[in-house]
């Protein structure tokens, strides 16, 4: 018990003292996550407005796929990456493996299947009526979309904030296609669980409470999306 | 035009005729709904040919000129996310109408719907009656050409009802073309120039009374008042 109170305590010293190897793990973290998240949303939300709009034979198949597809762990993704992305593999030449680029690639995948799942539902949710209206008042197409992404737009930003915090908080994917080397692709989640093997808990338990601190707020966050996003 | 491979109705012409409202019903899935549609541009034809003004159109190329000249409203009018007055403005900034005519024309829309008083409310919270109201106001603030509305006025308290007729007299009389999907022949006395029938058989029957085939005018429903503002 002693001993995890000294980690604690280290722990937040640690943070407090703003330890340079401590922060620029987490900022490879926001780096690494902010970047799919940001590429994956705007093919998200189209696919998911294909899904809300579109008639094509294997709508309903493609939004079952994408609904399974949510509950993929991270360890396989990270396999399949590995295997596409290794020497061996179709895009080795590429020599992303074990680079920020092949964890971005991983969170891309990660986050793809939710985000396009939560703003279809969000979409959904929006009634055809209101694509129409817009259609009828004399919206241009793009135009009608876009107003229709506005009257969901709190849940749309829930859907986001649930991407990220998948990814963010995922671990088996960016240890299988990062590789866990410091200063370039070592994060948060594989660090904590690097440090915990070596038996040096202040770290871990550091990088754990920023973990914490980010999943509450986000969750925070969401909660206040969602209950806005009950209007849409 | 057909549905999942059933051949739903095949109309040969259906004629929109300035200042007379037309009364159109046919049983529950005979298409009312999905004809109204393709007529404001909103749903795909199988096969159809549009007349403008003498000139034919196929609908793909006829879709541009419906919009926002021929309005479809919903049973349950849709209302966007904002204010009661940024409702009505809506079509007017999709037709990038400059600020200052488009201020001017919302006002005069509330004031010729007797809505002045809600202007800033959220238009989600108002009774079915004012969002009838507000969605017929939206839809003139656009001189349309055609007004059609898809059994807008079932659900409605009898007050509701008659604001909702005199509005609906009021387009007509200012020669909109206006053409009501109903069941209600109480509608037909009180409204209809014109009654046509969307028979089983998936043709357009017009069944029009001889007495009723003169333009309409106000002394033809004496009952119909203006609507009343709120607290009145």
Not at chain 1, 4 to 33: K, M, N, Q, Y
Not at chain 2, 23 to 50: F, M, W
Request: aromatic fraction near 8%; glycine fraction near 8%.
């Amino acid at each position: 018990m002693n001993e995890i109170v000294t980690a604690t305590e280290r722990a937040i010293g640690l943070l407090i003292s703003g330890d340079p190897g401590l922060w620029a793990i987490i900022g490879i973290s926001f780096s690494v996550s902010l970047r799919a998240i940001l590429i994956a949303t705007p093919f998200a939300l189209a696919v998911a407005l294909l899904l809300t709009l579109g008639h094509f034979y294997g709508r309903r198949l493609l939004i079952a796929v994408f609904n399974a597809s949510m509950a993929v762990p991270a360890v396989v993704v990270g396999l399949s990456i590995y295997l596409l992305l290794s020497r061996s593999g179709p895009f080795g030449d590429l020599k992303l493996l074990f680079t920020q680029s092949a964890m971005v690639i991983g969170q891309i995948l990660l986050a793809f299947p939710l985000l396009v799942a939560m703003a279809h539902s969000a979409l959904q949710a929006a009634e055809r009526s209101a694509w129409e209206t817009a259609l009828t008042l004399g919206a241009r197409p793009w135009r009608a979309l876009f107003t229709l992404m506005y009257e969901v737009r709190f849940a749309l930003i829930a859907a986001i904030i649930a991407g990220f915090a998948r990814i963010i908080a995922e671990v088996g994917c960016s240890m299988m296609v990062g590789g866990n080397i410091l200063n370039y692709t070592r994060n948060i989640t594989t660090a904590i669980a690097l440090e915990t093997s070596k038996g040096e808990f202040a770290q871990g338990i550091a990088l754990g409470l920023v973990l914490l601190a980010l999943a509450l707020t986000l969750n925070l966050l969401l909660n206040l999306m969602q209950g806005k996003g009950e209007l849409a | 035009m057909s549905y999942s491979r059933r051949r739903l109705f095949e109309v040969e012409l259906f004629v929109f005729e300035p200042g007379t409202c037309t009364l159109l019903s046919g049983r529950n899935g005979a298409g009312k709904t999905t004809l109204l549609k393709i007529a404001a541009g909103l749903l795909k034809p199988d096969r159809a040919i549009v007349r403008i003004e003498g000139r034919d159109f196929t609908w793909r190329a006829a879709r541009p000129f419906l919009r926002h000249r021929v309005i479809y409203l919903h049973q349950f009018p849709y209302m966007f996310n904002t204010s009661v007055a940024k409702n009505i403005a809506y079509g007017l900034r999709q037709l990038r109408i400059p600020r200052a005519e488009t201020k001017a024309r919302v006002s005069q829309a509330l004031e010729w719907s007797g809505l002045e008083e809600l202007a800033e409310r959220d238009a989600r919270t108002l009774s079915g009656g004012e969002k009838q109201r507000v969605a017929l106001a939206r839809a003139r603030v656009l001189s349309p050409d055609v007004l059609l509305l898809d059994e807008s006025l079932s659900g409605l308290d009898p007050e509701a009802r008659q604001q909702t007729y005199f509005l609906i007299r009021r387009m007509v009389s200012e020669q909109v073309a206006v053409v009501v999907a109903t069941h209600d022949y109480e509608l037909l006395r009180q409204l209809g120039d014109r009654h046509l029938i969307l028979t089983d058989a998936g043709h357009l029957e017009d069944r029009s009374p001889k007495t009723t085939a003169a333009p309409s005018s106000h002394a033809r429903a004496p009952n119909i008042s203006p609507p009343r503002r709120r607290g009145q």
